[in-house]
């Protein structure tokens, strides 16, 4: 009987051991006496493992507001501090890391003024490039390659997205040669850094057809090539991202439709170069995890009747729409995540949609059901799937709502802030499906204290396998007065 028992406690230890090795740790945590009523605070990550804190304090009816930079270490404590002279009204944009540095987009009090600020993330140096811009109200998102600025930006004219190449020397801005339609937008946009060239990939549409269209540029923004992928009877392509590596070896990995281009089908990949001839195409049939997100009895009825449609010729009636994210590459090719949704008032873009905000300036209200990860191998096969159901999960603007790390072994983690200061989270160890709930508290930094209140949080990705949690905490601790703090916690899995 002593036998048996020592053997089931050390099978019980060894499964319940992994589940606790995913939890999440918290090991630091900062409180900033920041006054949530007169500061703006962005917080930039970057993969040296440092975070870049962006405050601008309002000043008074004498003194101007400050803007400050503070970077911080992987345990958190600062390494410099910067203050930079920007006209009163400058507000943050966007930003673009590309080690040793980071660059600031910042518009100015008139919508055609910009500064673009590049820091050097050791030494804190900061160099401030103006400009004024006259066909653009807006930068959506830009990447820098030799001092060359590729922007996805508003057409100040139509509100149409355009892509412009800027010289930091010269200041010359010009656009760059691309197809704008009413339903056309951007999928990805990619420096080669090693090849010295940037790919942009967009998705066109005419509201009856698409395709997509991959063009390359050198530094200059002088176009290299380009790559069309034609839509086939029954595999029309929606949006893609692309891989890093050379023409020879850069993967689209993407979304396409069967019939109706309103609605995805499935999953493919195909060599940048090659295009439809040597494509992979996988339906959301065809995956493990897809369906998880609904009960047992309900997915088998939806697969039933799926292959029931499919055997029989008619169109698939599955109606889902995934919004993508970056590619990370890994040891054995390259990890795809996105988001499944639907827009509660019918249309909704099937790519990133960029407005001031850099996402969809249309209000309606974009339901999330789940986050999805695929592996695929350098050749573009499918290696596995899973996923993450969402619990009210929804936004006003057609965005990224969750986060997503991953390392070179494949190991995924998706998080997001439901409400008050929980973070849900789900890790991935390939197609091993993990049903049940999994959510964490941000912690204080006092033992005994708690945290009253939680107002504008958030979680971003960080390096490896760690996350950043941010915001407000109204903060008591025992035998003190409660206060008000701009928290940095460091997550990690």
Not at 79 to 106: F, N
Not at 357 to 385: C, E, M, P, V
């Amino acid at each position: 009987m002593y036998k048996v028992c020592l053997l089931f406690l050390l099978v019980l230890v060894l499964f319940v051991t992994p589940l606790f090795a995913q939890e999440p740790a918290q090991p630091y945590r900062i409180e900033l006496e920041l006054d949530i009523y007169k500061t703006n605070a962005e917080l930039i990550t970057a993969p040296d493992s440092s975070l870049l804190l962006f405050t601008k304090t309002d000043g008074s009816w004498t003194s101007a507001p400050t803007f400050e930079f503070t970077r911080y270490n992987y345990q958190l404590k600062p390494t410099w501090k910067q203050k930079v002279e920007l006209p009163a009204l400058s507000r943050y944009m966007t930003h673009y890391t590309d080690l040793p540095h980071t660059y600031i987009a910042i518009q100015g009090k008139d919508q055609h003024d910009f500064q673009f600020l590049k820091f050097h993330l050791q030494s804190g140096k900061v160099t401030k490039h103006a400009f004024r811009i006259e066909s653009i109200d807006s930068v959506y998102v830009f990447k820098v390659i030799d001092n060359n600025y590729f922007l996805v930006s508003r057409s100040d004219k139509d509100g149409t997205p355009i892509l412009l190449h800027l010289n930091e020397k010269t200041g010359e801005t010009r656009p760059l040669p691309a197809v704008y339609g009413s339903e056309s937008t951007f999928s990805d946009i990619l420096v080669h850094q090693p090849e010295k060239q940037v790919s942009v990939v967009m998705s066109e549409s005419n509201g009856r057809m698409s395709r997509l269209q991959t063009k390359l540029f050198d530094t200059q923004g002088n176009l290299i090539d380009n790559y069309f992928i034609l839509p086939q009877p029954d595999k029309r392509p929606l949006a893609a991202e692309i891989t890093p590596g050379d023409t020879t070896t850069r993967l689209l990995l993407g979304t396409y439709a069967s019939r109706s281009q309103r609605y995805a089908a499935g999953f493919f990949s195909m060599p940048m170069a090659e295009g439809t001839d040597n494509a992979r195409y996988y339906s959301f049939q065809d995956l493990k995890n897809f369906f998880k997100y609904l009960k047992p009895n309900r997915e088998e009825r939806l697969r039933k009747r799926e292959a029931g449609r499919i055997s029989s010729g008619k169109e698939s009636g599955l109606q889902y729409r995934v919004l993508l994210h970056d590619v990370y590459p890994t040891e054995n090719g390259y990890i795809l995540s996105g988001e499944v949704y639907f827009a509660e008032s019918g249309g909704g873009n099937l790519g990133r949609i960029y407005s001031t905000t850099g996402t969809s300036g249309t209000k309606k209200l974009y339901h999330r059901t789940q986050a999805i990860a695929l592996g695929f191998d350098y050749n573009g096969a499918l290696l596995w799937d899973n996923s993450f159901p969402l619990k009210e999960v929804q936004s006003n603007e057609l965005r990224p709502t969750v986060e997503v790390v991953a390392n070179r072994h494949g190991k995924v983690v998706i998080a997001y802030p439901i409400k008050s200061n929980e973070i849900y989270y789900q890790y991935m160890d390939q197609d091993k499906y993990i049903e049940e709930e999994t959510k964490f508290e941000i912690q204080p930094a006092t033992d005994g204290a708690k945290i009253t209140s939680t107002s504008l949080s958030g979680i971003l990705s960080w390096y490896g396998l760690n996350f950043v949690a941010y915001g407000w905490h109204n903060v008591k601790a025992p035998g003190s007065d409660s206060r008000t703090v701009f928290y940095i916690n460091r997550v990690s899995f």
